[in-house]
């Protein structure tokens, strides 16, 4: 025993020495030189630096693997296909689709499947609804990827960070703007707005036909853009640039985020930034004319609110311009109580708004555009919905989406047969994620949603959950039913009267996903619905939407293909007779 740890405490003594010398060495090398007691002084120092360099970094790596073999244990324990190699899923994945190949994987191994998409990242797609419901409450964080597109394109945000502790105070408090302030002005701007998009749709018409995909971008934009900044954004002579370089923006903002080192080397990327300065200076100064607006109305609204206090002119001062400043109004307190942070980027959260509300809204409204060409019957029983909506009254039409059931019936179908993307994509950074059929998931695990299967899935949706049918969203008055009907397209298109039928709630469903769900839902959904609803309302009204004759005959798109994204088709506005 004794002789055994005698070489340890000699090397221990010995090392101790070398660190920490003591006195009576330190007295006996008293007369040496001061040049080489200071070369032995650092180098006893460095000696120690590294050492204890060593020591932390064996720490960081006996850390790290424990980490790994834990994530290997628990990902053992949830069903999936056997990795085909020492990289994961990630070659195979790419190489077909991936919705086909979580469609195929959820059939053989159950509701939950786990993925390698490399040795250190686990990916977990969940399908069942329930579950699905279940994990988005509890994981409440987003990839670092998008918190870092984001902040790579438009700085630090408080919306868009990947930590949900970061953005939560910042969404409860938009959320709450959004469906009592914005959601009222959303239905009084669109029949403006239809007059500035068709007068850039007559242009393009001039060659027979637009491009749906275009169209569609514009109107998200344009409705977007007039909602969040008022009237002033359609006088805006640089709306046309903001939204080309938004577009190029969106293109490569993935791109650049993926580099786990920010690629300052790349010429690229020093050009994809001059583009994100360029979007900043031209929010800023928008936003500069919006605050010139608002203090012209402001003083306007202060004087007549000074003469109805006299009894003058009393009703027209109540409603003089608090509905006209109001999107001016909320976005100057924006940026007095919100952007001014040093910490956040001014514009960045705005920038972030645009940018992922077109990109949504666009795919949106592409696919009711194409849904409507394809099904002229439904687009003429809309137009008549508006009609009777409109009876006997001055009101505007947009104001009146919440009676044309069948329209907003048409935006929750579109909605869900196209959703923005085919996957919805969760994390939970710091804890793991227990789920009620005793699967859990660890902590950086990504978690996805196929949206497009769960939201073509017959048990949920009905044996047409692949076609298109607005009528399932409907429920007719007597009768006791859950939100999937499965009574024909035809013969629920034959009952459609004034009052034969009410609207189901899409979100009593839980396989209606297409604005996500849990804690870190859209904030603007009920804008998106009543908002699109609004603008088709207008338009639908004027134009009849009709796809170009050439189309028809050589390009009509397959409107019940699985899993393709819906082709740009030419198409044509024909004004109606009224």
């Known amino acids: 025993m004794e002789s055994s740890a005698s070489p340890l405490c000699g090397a221990l003594a010995t090392l101790l020495s ?60 949830i069903p999936g296909p056997p990795s085909p190699s020492f990289y994961g899923h990630c070659k195979l994945i790419s190489s077909e689709n991936l919705t086909d190949f979580l469609s195929n994987s959820h059939e053989k191994y159950g509701s939950v499947v786990r993925l390698w998409l490399s040795p250190t990242q686990l990916l977990v797609s969940i399908k069942a609804p329930n579950l699905i419901k279940e994990m988005l409450f509890k994981a409440a964080d987003k990839l670092p990827l998008t918190g870092r597109a984001f902040s790579l394109a438009f700085g630090r945000s408080s919306l868009f960070a990947s930590s949900f502790d970061e953005v939560q105070k910042r ?114 100064d928008i936003v500069q004319q919006c605050r010139k607006n608002y203090k012209l109305f402001h003083g306007m609204d202060h004087h007549f609110n000074e003469r109805a206090h006299t009894g003058n002119h009393a009703t027209y001062a109540g409603s003089s311009c608090s509905d006209g400043v109001m999107p001016d109004n909320f976005f100057c307190q924006e940026f007095k109580n919100h952007f001014d942070e040093r910490e956040e980027e001014p514009s960045g959260n705005i920038m972030g708004m645009m940018f992922h509300g077109c990109l949504t809204t666009t795919g949106l409204i592409n696919n009711i555009l194409m849904r409507l060409v394809m099904h002229q019957e439904i687009q003429e029983k809309i137009y008549n919905e508006i009609n009777l909506a409109q009876k006997d009254s001055i009101t505007p039409v947009e104001q009146k989406v919440d009676r044309m059931l069948l329209l907003l019936a048409t935006v929750y179908e579109s909605a869900r047969l196209l959703p923005a993307g085919p996957l919805l994509q969760r994390c939970s950074l710091e804890r793991d994620l227990s789920l009620e059929n005793g699967v859990t998931i660890p902590a950086g695990a990504v978690l996805v ?98 796809l170009q004759p050439e189309t028809q005959i050589t390009r009509i798109p397959n409107m019940n293909c699985g899993f393709q994204l819906l082709p740009s088709t030419e198409i044509v506005f024909v004004r109606r007779n009224i």
Request: proline share 3%; with cysteine; charged share 20%.
């Open 18 to 77: 070398v660190l920490f010398p003591s006195r009576s060495n330190a007295c006996a090398n008293s007369d040496e030189s001061p040049r080489v007691l200071l070369k032995d002084l650092v180098t006893r120092e460095f000696n120690a630096f590294l050492w204890i360099s060593l020591i932390a970094i064996t720490v960081l790596l006996v850390r790290k693997v424990f980490k790994l073999l834990r994530l290997w244990s628990m990902a053992s324990r």
């Open 171 to 284: 969404r409860e408090t938009l959320m709450a703007e959004l469906s009592e302030r914005l959601l009222k002005r959303a239905n009084v701007i669109p029949g403006r707005i239809v007059e500035c998009i068709m007068e850039r749709i007559h242009g393009s018409m001039a060659k027979g036909s637009v491009d749906c995909k275009t169209v569609s971008q514009h109107m998200a934009f344009t409705i977007l853009g007039t909602t969040l900044f008022g009237d002033a954004f359609l006088a805006w002579s640089k709306a046309n640039v903001y939204e080309e370089i938004l577009m190029m923006i969106a293109k490569d903002a993935c791109f650049w985020a993926s580099y786990n080192v920010t690629p300052f080397w790349k010429r690229g990327f020093w050009k994809y930034q001059r583009l994100c300065t360029k979007l900043k200076c031209l929010t800023q």
């Open 449 to 546: 949603v196929p949206v497009q299967l769960v939201q073509k899935d017959g048990s949920s949706w009905g044996s047409d959950a692949n076609e298109f049918n607005p009528y399932r969203f409907l429920l007719k008055i007597g009768k006791r039913s859950d939100l999937v009907l499965n009574t024909s397209f035809s013969e629920k298109a034959a009952d459609l009267g004034e009052s034969s039928f009410v609207l189901n709630d899409p979100n009593n469903n839980a396989a209606f996903l297409p604005f996500g769900s849990g804690v870190r839902a859209c904030v603007g959904q009920k804008f998106v619905i009543q908002g699109v609803a609004a603008l088709f309302a207008s338009l639908l009204k004027n134009y009849k939407i009709r």
